[in-house]
């Protein structure tokens, strides 16, 4: 090989080096500028969903306040469940369990739990669900009220047996053609209560 030959290979090899180090550098500075963003919108979308289902008075930034615990026979899921605590004055007014989760009909439903300091339900909202349009969508408060049926609900204001739709014998209404989604949440919901009842002192 030529002198003229390893010249005109060793400037291709440097600007081929060149091109990929300013390729390296373009795709880190995109990543991390997506990550950043993608990063934001999920805090803005945790924050919309939590104050949806935190009706309690409070003066502090749920989102930097947060426990998180891992119960699968309550929850549905080996994953830690983030809980977010509200305060007011420094104390404690309610909870807030995200995702709890339930076995739909077409797959697993993600749920946001509120509960006030007393036990009391302050709203339930379905963050993310595969059930069918126009049967088991229904659990979506943008899609029906059914949902709204929790608000205000407690283990003391609704005996044991009334947790679990009418059609079992129950007391809380099913989703009309969605009873397994029905009974998925309402479970969800219960299982919830249940572990705040027997965990509430140490959550805050």
């Known amino acids: 090989m030529s002198d003229t030959q390893q010249k005109y290979f060793k400037q291709i090899g440097l600007s081929l080096f060149v091109l990929f180090l300013f390729s390296a550098c373009v795709i880190s500075i995109t990543n991390k500028l997506t990550k950043d963003r993608i990063a934001q919108n999920q805090r803005q979308h945790s924050l919309k969903i939590v104050t949806q289902v935190m009706a309690a008075e409070h003066d502090n930034e749920l989102l930097n306040d947060s426990i998180t615990v891992t119960a699968p026979a309550f929850f549905g899921t080996d994953r830690p469940v983030i809980v977010y605590?509200?305060?007011?004055?420094?104390?404690?007014?309610?909870?807030?369990?995200?995702?709890?989760?339930?076995?739909?009909?077409?797959?697993?439903?993600?749920?946001?739990?509120?509960?006030?300091?007393?036990?009391?339900?302050?709203?339930?909202?379905?963050?993310?669900?595969?059930?069918?349009?126009?049967?088991?969508?229904?659990?979506?408060?943008?899609?029906?009220?059914?949902?709204?049926?929790?608000?205000?609900?407690?283990?003391?204001?609704?005996?044991?047996?009334?947790?679990?739709?009418?059609?079992?014998?129950?007391?809380?209404?099913?989703?009309?053609?969605?009873?397994?989604?029905?009974?998925?949440?309402?479970?969800?919901?219960?299982?919830?209560?249940?572990?705040?009842?027997?965990?509430?002192?140490?959550?805050?």
């Open 85 to 204: 605590r509200a305060r007011k004055d420094n104390n404690a007014v309610g909870v807030v369990f995200m995702p709890v989760m339930a076995a739909g009909y077409n797959g697993t439903i993600e749920l946001a739990i509120g509960i006030e300091y007393d036990g009391t339900l302050s709203a339930v909202r379905v963050n993310r669900h595969r059930e069918t349009e126009g049967l088991g969508d229904g659990i979506d408060h943008r899609k029906s009220d059914w949902i709204g049926n929790f608000n205000g609900r407690s283990l003391a204001n609704t005996p044991i047996a009334d947790w679990t739709v009418k059609k079992d014998g129950g007391g809380l209404d099913q989703l009309s053609g969605a009873t397994i989604s029905s009974r998925a949440v309402i479970n969800a919901v219960k299982n919830t209560l249940d572990y705040y009842a027997l965990n509430r002192d140490r959550l805050y």
